[in-house]
């Protein structure tokens, strides 16, 4: 071989595997971190306003829901720090976790609206978030079945 096909060729690499790049994470995987983390910021919200309202709300609505807007808060923030570690890790573990998540997330939000807030003119706009979780379901079955998924928790 002579000097310049020497050159052209590349040297076989001496890095060891693990400083090689992983893959990107997926785009339904990065829709469902964003819409995890803006979860987990109303649930804090949610915990904190209750918290500094606690004389307005338990005026208008009673110790008992006041109690429950609390807790609710602090599920709802509690519930996505370990989806979104998991997602910023890599963690092996982060799928378990997330399915279950996903699907606690709409399902208090549907107990909340049908048998907490009997809003009449909140059932106007029920196609809508309807549409939402049924969107939000599509996007969760799209990222934990997608190939590129198995890739990124790869370890």
């Given amino acids: 071989m002579n000097p310049i096909e020497a050159q052209a060729m590349p040297e076989p690499s001496s890095e060891p595997s693990c400083t090689r790049p992983r893959p990107k994470r997926p785009v339904p995987l990065n829709l469902m971190g964003w819409v995890f983390a803006l979860w987990t910021l109303l649930g804090w919200l949610r915990f904190g306003g209750a918290l500094e309202k606690q004389h307005l709300l338990t005026s208008l609505v009673g110790p008992g829901l006041y109690f429950y807007l609390l807790l609710a808060g602090l599920v709802w923030g509690g519930m996505g720090l370990p989806v979104l570690w998991g997602l910023l890790t890599r963690a ?7 399915l279950p998540a996903a699907i606690l997330y709409p399902a208090l939000y549907w107990l909340e609206r049908l048998l907490l807030w009997q809003n009449p003119h909140a059932h106007r706009n029920w196609p809508f978030f309807l549409l939402l979780t049924a969107a939000w379901a599509g996007l969760v079955w799209w990222g934990l079945r997608s190939a590129q998924r198995c890739q990124f928790f790869k370890k």
């Fill in 92 to 98: 092996a573990w982060a799928p378990a976790v997330l």
